[in-house]
């Protein structure tokens, strides 16, 4: 029979230190051999919303509500509800935001609504307001 001389033998002694059970468990902890790929799962699952390109009656409609803002807030900082669209900075798209706000000038040169809190909203971006 083979090996039959050794198989009784005794295991002979390491030279090296015995491992303690901790350390020889981590040795089989999980390992992350993509990292990064969850967050980017996650990063490509996330939706956004394309920009909503406004019809040529629905232009009109705002520009006629802008000259009412510019005729209110002559010698006033009126309060509007805006709802404005703000580009995704990691891909393409973004998301629709409602903003309530004080007015506190309307920027005819770059084409921006400044608010008291320093927010800046550029025209073109608006989808809807109302002067509350």
Do not use: C, H, W
């Amino acid at each position: 029979m083979k090996y039959s001389n050794i198989i009784n033998l005794s295991r002979p002694p390491s030279s090296r230190p015995k491992m303690s059970a901790i350390d020889r468990a981590a040795q089989f902890s999980a390992f992350a051999a993509l990292v990064g790929l969850d967050e980017q799962m996650d990063e490509t699952a996330r939706l956004v919303d394309n920009k909503i390109e406004l019809s040529e009656d629905e232009v009109e409609t705002l520009n006629q509500k802008f000259k009412r803002l510019i005729e209110v807030s002559d010698g006033v900082k009126p309060q509007i509800k805006v709802t404005y669209f703000v580009p995704d900075p990691r891909k393409d798209g973004g998301a629709y935001v409602t903003k309530i706000g004080t007015v506190k000038r309307i920027d005819d040169i770059f084409l921006k609504i400044l608010f008291a809190d320093r927010t800046e909203i550029s025209v073109s971006d608006i989808l809807d307001f109302e002067i509350l």
